[in-house]
């Protein structure tokens, strides 16, 4: 069994219900992280090789995260050590295939906080990386409003891009992962302010997933990773687990035990209005 989070953390379904943020200075939207600020990104090898630039944004809390499982206390410390062994090798991983970014609705340093106490042996990887909270940045103009928060992160992000880019005149190739509508929607929504021929890729996680099931995600998302930034079609994706015989239940913590649908894709606009009109 494993400990709670403290009161001061919240998750992006908690939004109406915590204490809000203390004032802060608003968190620019690139290189926003106090980590960022140690950044040693270079050009990732398949960018560089392409000439397209590839952006993934990975969503924090039930992406990488087991945020739920600890909010539950079902968490041990072996699924842990495991799940940040997974969480490093797909970030490094995705950072050989393009500029890879963590957006998170978590307070300005949810990041850094959970990864001290949670992932300790992740620190290294993520100072290499942007982290932003969209939610520092953007929650004074969007009080209440996550789906607006990571709307304006992501359009922020990619218009940034396209004033200081140059060197890729082949638009952004955008690959999104979350479990949330939020960051699903966001992507869509980027989609006005790419240009020439960028392509916005979503993959959407399961929602509030055990310990297991977020590592058997993440494992099969390691295996598509590379297919699913190089896929040249805009789509939205959802990982789908197997159905296993209750005997076989610790099966959903493998690469196998998922699947990743196109069919069963998700509709993101339903959901997004219905959780914003509270219904
Ligand atoms: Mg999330």
Redesign the pocket.
């Known amino acids: 069994m494993g400990e709670s989070l403290s009161k001061g953390y919240y ?2 379904q908690d939004v109406q219900e915590v204490p809000r943020t203390p004032p802060h200075t608003p968190t620019p939207v690139c290189g926003g992280s106090p980590w960022s600020m140690e950044s040693d990104v270079t050009t990732p090898m398949w960018s560089a090789a392409t000439g397209v630039d590839t952006v993934i944004i990975f ?5 990488l995260l087991c ?1 739920s499982a600890i909010n539950n206390q079902s968490w041990s410390p072996q699924q842990l050590q495991q799940l940040e062994r997974a969480v490093e090798t797909i970030l490094h991983t995705a950072m050989a295939l393009g500029e890879t970014m963590i957006v ?2 978590g307070n300005a340093t949810w990041v850094q906080d959970s990864t001290r106490r949670f992932f300790p042996g992740l620190a290294k990887t993520l100072s290499r990386l942007t982290v932003i909270s969209a939610r520092a940045s953007f929650e004074s103009s969007f009080p209440g409003d996550p789906f607006a928060w990571k709307r304006q992160c992501f359009k922020e992000i990619l218009a940034r891009r396209r004033q200081e880019g140059g060197n890729y005149l082949g638009g952004v190739n955008l690959v999104v992962l ?3 509508p ?2 699903i929607e966001a992507a869509q929504s980027a989609v006005k302010v790419l240009h020439g021929k960028s392509v916005v890729k979503t993959l959407k ?1 399961k ?1 509030a997933p055990t310990v297991n099931e977020l590592l058997g995600q993440l494992r099969r998302v390691l295996q598509e990773l590379g297919s699913l930034v190089s896929e040249e079609r805009a789509g939205n994706k959802t990982l789908v687990p197997r159905s296993f015989p209750a005997h076989l239940d610790h099966l959903s913590s493998w690469a196998s035990g998922w699947r990743i649908s196109e069919q069963e894709s998700w509709d993101y606009s339903r959901v997004a209005a219905t959780l914003l009109v509270g219904a």
């Open positions: 998750f992006q969503d924090w809390d039930d992406t945020s998170t609705n979350g479990d949330s939020a960051e996680f929602e």
